[in-house]
């Protein structure tokens, strides 16, 4: 017997086999939701220095909130700290039903998460760094957003809401 | 046939490993209860104040002592017998080992100073820019630094062996072990650089500030091949001894098994970027190519699941099993080693579910952070690990001491009591993940709390009071084992699985070191390789530390 062959038993290839059939189902599965779908995770935004991002005037965090770009469309400029107390600038942000937010979050201490409640909206914010996604709410509610990421004691209490009216 | 003797001075070396890692076990676990009881509604952190400052103070405890020192302790251990007993051979030299365990040891208790004292309250992922005194990440770096030269001893010990026995197979206990120790000290180069080159000259006052998201890469480049440091001495267990334990069964395939190893190695290290599939700083390209090599680690799991199960089978019908399933009944259930790493196993499958949701790239959206995460990990590293090892323990400490397991029906109930309170607990730390619920989180005090979750955080209570009662059965059984004045008769049998098919027969290049290490360091250089250059050339150090707890 050669002993550069493996040996493997019939049972165990056709496992194999389905093993790796199922794997390319997940990809292609994630890969339709990613590019055909358009589910996307977030990607480089920009870059800003913590230390002035929320004190700079020409810093958009210098002073949060919703920016209405054109009928419909909001940038929404979130600041996350936990100096001086666990918060997210503005806490609260009021849309008409329909509305397409794009959120532009970023923090001037720790890292924070940032994470609306029943929509896809979920992600780290980094200091130094813009974590951008874009969502659109057509159904009117409240959605609150909450921190996931650990930043001190006030982490459990950290969060906001989207208003978003009928 | 007389099995191999291990010398009394290695028995209480790896002994002395076991030793820490109970000490461990017993102080980090007694905070999982405190969290769950909190998010049932029934805070005790308040009445232990002068001691533990807070939920967030107990959680770091719980998450370095559970998930660093239990497991890498037990590991280094556990890897040294096999190595030993494997190949049949001495440590080349214990002072080189003994010098590893020893500065790990001084690793721990420098870390924990801060801990207690509530200077290090930054969990057991340190992201910066929380700061932690300086002392937390020099003892981090020693246990690191100190499983490095016991790995080193390791490796002499297989070169040794490798030139007195040039053409012999590896024995796979061995192999495995010698293999574990390798992706380690391979994984663990990012978190080295991460304290070495940040964390530690900036907590010491030489640097002003760090590049936070440059850290995160750092961590996870070491954090998720961790998790496979934690795995493959689990899978050890099942594939080469528990079959023997469960009912005298081989091991189905050594060639499969052995190849399955490799491919863990090779593709642990290389997909770190699955844990920051939401990190503003890395460009999806990247995340998505390590979400497809996660899942090409799911093949390697595929594999152990059919052979360790095969093998089972084949233990099962030994002893008269018949039908579909029926064989599994037949099983040495009596045995707690035996149930301990069957039930683990089996919740480990669930956990090995949940983590496909969660590589999976986008779905990942609604579960980053989540109480999903917990949920999921609690059931691989807090299970299909921990309660794994815990039942090798019931046959290496009777072994190593020579004194009688204590009261085997409390073991099998320990291992019972786990499963079913890990069920609940889990179960329902999923949903609760699933309806939005946040991690790391006193969910208890939470001010946006639903009324739907309030069952589910119920549950969680519940599952962690059964979790604190089979904890208390372990460490009983092992403090009565370790005073057990009766002795066995003769030394405890190694339980090894032998593979039915002659290990001679598995193929060269199965057997052979180098290739497959240039082919796992070629991949990381290619698929960390352009991300890291880029991240460290446009290095932005703008981060100062905070000390908000």
Request: hydrophobic letters at 50%; a positive charge; aromatic letters at 14%.
């Amino acid at each position: 017997m050669s002993t550069n062959q493996i040996h493997i038993d019939p049972y165990e290839r056709n496992w194999m086999i389905i093993s790796a059939i199922l794997l390319v189902l997940f990809a292609t599965a994630v890969s339709v939701a990613a590019f055909g779908m358009g589910i996307q995770v977030p990607a480089p935004e920009q870059r800003v220095d913590p230390r002035t991002v929320a004190t700079d005037p020409n810093s958009p965090w210098s002073n949060p909130g919703l920016r209405e770009i054109e009928p419909g469309k909001y940038d929404a400029y979130v600041l996350a700290r936990a100096i001086p107390s666990w918060e997210y600038l503005p806490k609260e942000m009021t849309i008409p039903a329909g509305s397409s937010v794009s959120f532009y979050v970023t923090s001037s201490d720790v890292q924070h998460g940032f994470k609306i409640q029943d929509t896809n909206a979920n992600f780290q914010v980094v200091p130094g760094q813009v974590s951008k996604l874009t969502i659109k709410f057509d159904k009117p509610g409240t959605y609150n957003f909450i921190c996931t990421e650990y930043c001190g004691s006030g982490h459990g209490v950290m969060y906001g809401a989207i208003i978003v009216t009928p | 046939m007389k099995q191999y003797q291990l010398s009394t001075g290695e028995k209480k070396f790896i002994g002395s490993h076991l030793l820490v890692a109970i000490l461990a076990l017993a102080v980090g676990s007694l905070f999982g209860p405190l969290q769950a009881f909190e998010h049932a509604g029934w805070d005790i952190y308040p009445y232990i104040k002068p001691l533990i400052k807070s939920y967030y103070q107990g959680l770091t405890v719980h998450g370095v002592l559970n998930a660093l020192v239990w497991t890498t302790f037990f590991i280094m251990g556990f890897l040294t017998f096999n190595v030993t007993f494997g190949l049949k051979r001495a440590l080349r030299n214990p002072t080189l080992n003994k010098v590893g365990f020893w500065v790990m040891v001084v690793g721990v208790v420098t870390a924990a100073i801060p801990i207690l004292a509530n200077q290090a309250t930054v969990l057991f992922t340190f992201y910066p820019p929380l700061k932690a005194n300086w002392a937390f990440y020099l003892g981090l770096t020693l246990v690191v630094v100190g499983s490095w030269v016991e790995g080193w001893g390791l490796f002499a010990t297989y070169l040794g062996w490798r030139k007195e026995n040039p053409n012999e197979r590896t024995p796979f206990i061995a192999f495995a072990s010698i293999l574990t120790a390798l992706l380690w000290q391979i994984c663990t180069l990012g978190v080295a650089t991460e304290i070495l080159t940040m964390l530690l000259p900036w907590s010491l006052g030489l640097i002003e500030n760090v590049d936070p998201q440059l850290a995160r890469t750092y961590f996870w480049f070491t954090g998720h091949p961790l998790v496979y440091f934690w795995l493959l001495p689990a899978y050890i267990s099942w594939y080469a001894m528990l079959p023997k334990q469960a009912g005298n069964g081989k091991m189905f395939s050594d060639s499969l098994a052995r190849l399955s190893f490799w491919i863990f190695l090779v593709l642990s290290t290389p997909l770190g970027f699955h844990h920051q599939y939401v990190d503003p700083g890395v460009p999806p390209v990247w995340k998505f190519i390590h979400s497809m090599l996660t899942f090409g680690v799911f093949f390697p799991s595929m594999m152990t699941a059919f052979t360790v199960v095969a093998s089972l089978e084949h233990a099962g019908r030994k002893q008269g099993g018949k039908g579909a399933l029926a064989w599994i009944g037949k099983l040495n259930w009596s045995d707690p080693s035996v149930a301990a790493q069957l039930l683990a196993g089996i919740l480990f499958f669930f956990g090995g579910i949940g983590g496909l949701a969660n590589a999976s790239y986008n779905v990942n959206l609604v579960l980053h952070n989540t109480a999903f995460i917990p949920g999921h990990f609690h059931l691989t590293v807090a299970t299909g690990v921990t309660l794994s090892f815990m039942g090798i323990s019931y046959w290496l400490l009777p072994y190593l001491t020579g004194r009688k397991l204590w009261n085997p029906k409390w073991a099998v109930a320990q291992a019972w009591t786990w499963f079913v309170g890990m069920i609940i607990f889990s179960n329902s730390m999923h949903v609760l993940g699933l309806l939005g619920a946040p991690r790391r989180v006193p969910l208890g005090l939470a001010p946006y709390v639903p009324a739907e979750w309030n069952s589910r955080l119920l549950q969680v209570g519940v599952g962690g009071a059964i979790l604190f009662v089979s904890g208390a059965l372990y460490l009983t059984v092992m403090l009565m084992t370790a005073l057990n004045k009766e002795k066995v008769a003769e030394e405890v049998q190694v339980p090894i699985a032998e593979s039915m098919q002659d290990p001679a027969l598995t193929p060269v290049w199965l057997d052979r070191w180098a290739p497959w290490i240039y082919g796992t360091l070629a991949l990381v250089v290619i698929v960390y390789g352009p991300q890291l250059v880029d991240m460290i050339s446009n290095i932005a150090l703008t981060s100062p530390g905070f000390r908000v707890w």
